[in-house]
Structures are given as structure tokens and as C-alpha cells.
């Protein structure tokens, strides 16, 4: 039996623990809209990812970040590459723990469609700025006409990585929203029913 489902009914960590569990060799493919990731596993360990633009850990925790889409587990999907080496507990640490990060990102960058520029006068003096490489490299794609899906796209880190990045630079004053697009609210009552749906599918649902 294939192992496949959607990502609004099963979470991802779920489905990788089972992989876990089961010891499996194969490809974990997901798709959302045009965007393609795919999970390698070797004896149920992460082996290598990649994204349409990354690969890698990028890779892992852009994937990790989909909220909706198809998977399918392919035990017959194969790769030579062998990029990470991770134990599945630290794919899920990783995965709770952006969670929580990222709730408080949202309150600043609700959506990747926002536009961002550089401040022309920052509050801070321009000797007292002190950036690493990431965020200078994320900086540097700054220009008040891209998005940050666009930005996301052309330094080959993750969604998350811009997006932490992108907050710490817009707490610190040093970029600025000049176009803000306000998330549409879901309505409480289908996110009640889309939990108690994977509570009880469980991982038997996952199963077709």
C-alpha cells in the first residue's frame, strides 16, 4: 500500500516518523501548487532534499514549512547524493521549534508577497551595524520592488532563513514594509474540523 495523503489533513513530522519507524528507503515527494520537495531516506534517516531552488538543510526546513500540498512515499525513489545526515528526533526538534518562531515572525511578515526596502536613514548609526554573511546576503536583494518570495529565490536559503533574517532587520529598523498584503483569517470553525480529522485518521489514514 502506498503510503501518501494531504498535508491539510496529516502532519509532515507524522509521516516522517513513520518512515522512521518502519526503516524505509525512498523518496518523500511533496508538491504545493508548483513548488516540488523531496525527502530522501536511507534505513529511515534524512539522507539528502531538495526544493525547486534549494538543497540540502535549506531544502529540509523550506519543506518543513508547508502547510498544504500532496506526499507520496516512494520506496523506489533513489538519489546519490548525500547531502545531510540527520536523525529524524532532530528533523522533528527543528520542525517544533520553527513553529514556535515562526508565530512570531508572522506578527511582522504575515506573507511572503510582502515588499520590503532599506531605510534611507537608520536609526542606528552605520558604524554601530554589524551583519553576518546570511543577512548581508539577504540585504543585498533588498530594493523596495521585490517580494520576499523573490528574495527567497535568488539566495538559495530557505523561506524560514529569509524570513528570521528579514525580521531582525525590520525589529533593528534597518529595512521597512512599503507594501503589506493582510493575511486572509481561515474561519476557526474548518480548523477545528481539519484537527479533529487528523486526530482521528491517524497514521492508519495515511494508508491508501
Known amino acids: 500500500m502506498a503510503l501518501q495523503g494531504n498535508l491539510e489533513d496529516f502532519e509532515l513530522t507524522d509521516v516522517i516518523q513513520l518512515i522512521q519507524l518502519g526503516q524505509k528507503d525512498g523518496g518523500l515527494r511533496i508538491q504545493v501548487d508548483d513548488n516540488v520537495g523531496v525527502m530522501y531516506f536511507k534505513n529511515g534517516m534524512v539522507i539528502h532534499a531538495n526544493t525547486n531552488f534549494l538543497k540540502g538543510e535549506p531544502a529540509i526546513d523550506s519543506i518543513l514549512s508547508w502547510k498544504k500540498g500532496r506526499f507520496v512515499f516512494n520506496p523506489s525513489e533513489e538519489t546519490l547524493e548525500h547531502t545531510v545526515d540527520l536523525p529524524i528526533q532532530q528533523v522533528v526538534l527543528e520542525a517544533a521549534r520553527r513553529i514556535d518562531e515562526l508565530k512570531k515572525i508572522q506578527k511582522l511578515i504575515p506573507s511572503f508577497d510582502i515588499i520590503v526596502k532599506i531605510v534611507e536613514v ?47 532587520l525590520l525589529s533593528s529598523a534597518l529595512v521597512k514594509i512599503v507594501q503589506k498584503i493582510e493575511p486572509v483569517k481561515p474561519e476557526q470553525e474548518k480548523d477545528t474540523v481539519k484537527e479533529k480529522k487528523k486526530e482521528e485518521r491517524g497514521f492508519f489514514g495515511l494508508f491508501k
Open 122 to 168: 537608520p536609526a542606528v548609526g552605520v558604524e554601530k551595524i554589524n551583519l553576518k554573511p546570511k543577512e548581508w546576503k539577504v540585504l543585498s536583494f533588498v530594493d523596495g520592488v521585490r517580494t520576499i518570495k523573490e528574495i527567497t529565490k535568488r539566495t538559495s536559503l530557505s523561506e524560514f532563513e529569509v524570513s528570521k533574517i528579514l525580521y531582525g
